[in-house]
């Protein structure tokens, strides 16, 4: 059964991509004013909409997901409330759907199976600081979901809402405020004790802009407890190309246990950083990994380190028969 949103989507990482200004109608846009000195990010209107199918619903959450919604934008820290006159401010749509998957079918009612819950943003944002009227939107898709039995999966579905929230909420804020934050800014972000949201959202700036003073942070992150914050400081890392002291030991370190997206992602950043350090481990995982994707993309990865070896070994010897 196709259904407006893809329940089968898993956590995907965001993009931030420029789109004109939404129509005002005849109005045209106000340009935010340049040396704005009101509170930043502001949020000016969110809009909570439940596309789930009536006949599908286990529950009905809608207003239960605006509430939650709402709270998780505006908590202490993160956006503050706007009027909507406020030209420099955000405007928040999220989209949610929900529902119980019993034998691999969306249905309202089962005795057991898997609660599951999308929620898709889209978060316009006028550029902070210029007077262009140009706008910005943030994207996140989030979807958490939980088994039950007992025919309990109403109380399940109710139970991914809260946490759905602060994800989406924390993440948007995170996308907001790093990209276009100075790089002293990015690299002081990536710590531990800052939010989940901002972590991510810095770990891929840092990553995009080839922040060299960024690399023992993120080397710190491949070990967070946070997946997406722990994949994508792996991802920033190859993106950075850097073989600094503990970058290799890090990355080979994810591709211990058993999770194939945080292997994949090691063996594309070592082949992407290249060395004596990260062939020797790529050829290791090429021959022994026990998953034929995993030692094919190792074979490939090798193939790239060896050439940024030999390039780099090219210079070295260029600089060393140099003429005095």
Not at 59 to 71: F, I, K, Q, T, Y
Not at 110 to 139: F, I, N
Not at 243 to 271: C, Y
Not at 304 to 316: F, G, L
Request: with cysteine; glycine share 8%; hydrophobic share 40%.
């Amino acid at each position: 059964m196709r259904i407006g949103l893809a329940l089968a989507l898993c956590i995907t990482l965001m993009g931030c991509t420029k789109t004109p200004p939404p129509p005002r109608g005849d109005e045209a846009p106000v340009p935010p004013v340049a040396s704005d000195d009101r509170p930043w990010p502001r949020l000016k209107t969110l809009i909570a909409a439940d596309h789930t199918p009536p006949e599908t619903r286990p529950v009905d959450l809608e207003s239960e997901a605006d509430r939650a919604l709402r709270a998780a934008f505006t908590q202490e820290g993160r956006f503050h409330s706007a009027v909507a006159e406020d030209a420099g401010a955000c405007a928040v749509e999220v989209k949610t759907i929900y529902g119980l998957l019993v034998n691999g079918q969306l249905q309202a009612t089962g005795d057991q199976g898997t609660a599951r819950l999308v929620m898709e943003a889209e978060a316009h944002c006028p550029t902070r600081g210029e007077s262009s009227g140009e706008v910005e939107t943030y994207r996140v898709t989030v979807q958490r979901e939980e088994a039950f039995s007992d025919a309990a999966g109403a109380a399940a579905t109710r139970g991914l809402v809260a946490p759905a929230s602060e994800q989406v909420a924390s993440t948007i804020y995170g996308q907001v405020t790093m990209r276009h934050a100075a790089d002293a800014a990015v690299v002081e972000a990536l710590d531990p004790a800052r939010p989940t949201g901002v972590i991510m959202e810095a770990a891929s700036e840092a990553g995009e802009r080839k922040l060299a003073a960024a690399v023992q942070r993120l080397v710190t992150l491949t070990q967070h407890s946070d997946e997406v914050v722990s994949l994508r400081a792996g991802a920033a890392l190859g993106l950075i190309g850097r073989d600094d002291d503990g970058v290799i030991s890090a990355l080979a370190r994810m591709t211990e246990g058993p999770d194939p997206e945080r292997h994949l992602i090691a063996v594309h950043a070592m082949g992407d950083i290249g060395g004596a350090r990260a062939v020797r481990y790529l050829d290791a995982l090429a021959v022994g990994h026990p998953e034929a994707g995993i030692r094919e993309a190792a074979r490939q990865a090798m193939k790239r380190a060896k050439r940024t070896e030999r390039n780099t070994d090219s210079e070295e010897g260029a600089v060393h028969d140099a003429p005095p």
